[in-house]
């Protein structure tokens, strides 16, 4: 067997339809498009949800719900975690500035300690918000909680 003389399978490979090339080809006039309509004209381009008329998903399915325009989404900081972090970095004050540098927060994130797990570290914390255990857990270990 030489590399020269592979070719390829019985009728694997067939040529292109040249469209649009004259009435011998067998494909001139209308190049397979059918005739007259919008699918046969140039520059057509179907809308994304468009059901040929028949009423689209999309607006066939009811309205549900709304979005709060003044909603206040917190970052949850459990104390588990903040017993994790006391130890791996060393720091016992932990203000907004300080969780930003060790990227557990980003920019205009508000914070909120909740109540899971354990701490047994003095650690002082300025956060935007509290749960009343987490408070409890944090002033028990001899910390204290700042609110913004």
Partial sequence: MDLHKLTPATGSVRNN???????GSGTGGTSTKGHK?????????SKRAHEG???PLQMRLPKKGFKNPNRKTFIALNLDQ?????????VNEWTLE???THNLISGNDKVKVL????INAKV??????????????VEAAGGSITIV
Avoid: I, V, W
């Fill in 124 to 137: 002082n914390l300025t956060a935007h918000a509290t749960s009343e255990a987490a408070r409890k857990a």
């Fill in 17 to 23: 339809k040249r469209k649009g090339r004259g009435q």
């Fill in 82 to 90: 903040l017993q994790a972090m006391t130890d791996k970095f060393k």
């Fill in 115 to 118: 109540a899971r797990g354990e």
């Fill in 98 to 100: 300080a969780l930003e």
């Fill in 37 to 45: 309509g919008a699918k046969s004209r140039s520059g057509y381009k």
């Fill in 53 to 55: 008329g028949q009423m």
